[in-house]
């Protein structure tokens, strides 16, 4: 392609929503395809990947009601597992290397998360898939992507979300929501912007860890991302 690529290694952290596409639940392989195109792409681009999935297209700890708080969080990151087992199958039926890396042993069904491990195969051209967050309670998946990206070294985190960066209100519910193209994680932080809840943005901040937020309904959007095109917006401190 002949591409010059500005970030070598890329911890993407990919939303749940984001595969379940127009269903807005479980899964949607149609929109997982287009996604791991861009991904493949950008592999393609000499890119090394490292992938946290979330588990909102089926659970959300949060919004379990009355269900004890570890119990309802340890169920997402089960959820957390199916997707990455789709996001895995999908890749590799496109020619992609892939590991799925779990955070929760479950030795039948993927590696554990062994961080010497994880980084061997990213230097080898694999995508690898971190699977069940943290592997602990209270932490989101963004939490999980911000601690992944610092073990293995990440030039950045792409955020890949189902809006075009950050604005300073609900670009959805607002006509005057207005985008930012760059923000520092204090102001992050300070006007409680939703780009990722605050113990990770403060971990990517005290890290020196810059997040690129953008709209992965257009799956290119990876490889614009990845050569320095501005289509969203950069946090940094």
């Known amino acids: 392609m002949g591409l010059e690529i500005k970030y070598k290694r890329i911890l993407l952290k990919l939303s749940g929503e984001a595969l379940a596409g127009e269903k807005h639940f479980g899964l949607d392989y149609d929109t997982i395809v287009n996604i791991c195109k861009g991904i493949k792409n950008a592999v393609e681009l000499g890119a090394e990947i ?17 269900m004890e708080r570890t119990r309802a969080d340890q169920i997402g990151m089960l959820a957390t597992v199916m997707n990455s087992l789709a996001v895995a199958d999908a890749l590799e039926q496109m020619g992609v290397e892939v590991r799925v890396q779990t955070a929760l042993t479950m030795q039948q069904v993927a590696e554990p998360y062994i961080r010497n491990r994880a980084t061997r195969h990213l230097q080898k051209g694999r995508v690898v898939i971190l699977a069940c967050g943290t592997g602990n309670p209270f932490f989101s998946t963004d939490t999980a992507s911000a601690l992944r990206a610092a073990e293995i070294n990440a030039d950045i985190i792409f955020k890949a979300t189902m809006v075009d960066g950050v604005y300073n209100k609900d670009p959805k519910k607002f006509d005057d929501a207005v985008k ?24 990517c901040r005290d890290n020196n860890l810059p997040i690129y937020v953008f709209d992965i309904s257009e799956p290119e959007n990876i490889v614009k991302a990845l050569t320095g095109e501005n289509i969203g917006t950069l946090v940094t401190e």
């Open 50 to 66: 490292a992938i946290v999935v979330g588990g909102g297209n089926f659970w959300r700890g949060r919004s379990s009601g009355e």
């Open 180 to 203: 930012y193209d760059t923000l520092t994680f204090t102001t992050v932080l300070n006007d409680k912007l939703a780009v990722m809840d605050s113990t990770a943005a403060t971990l």
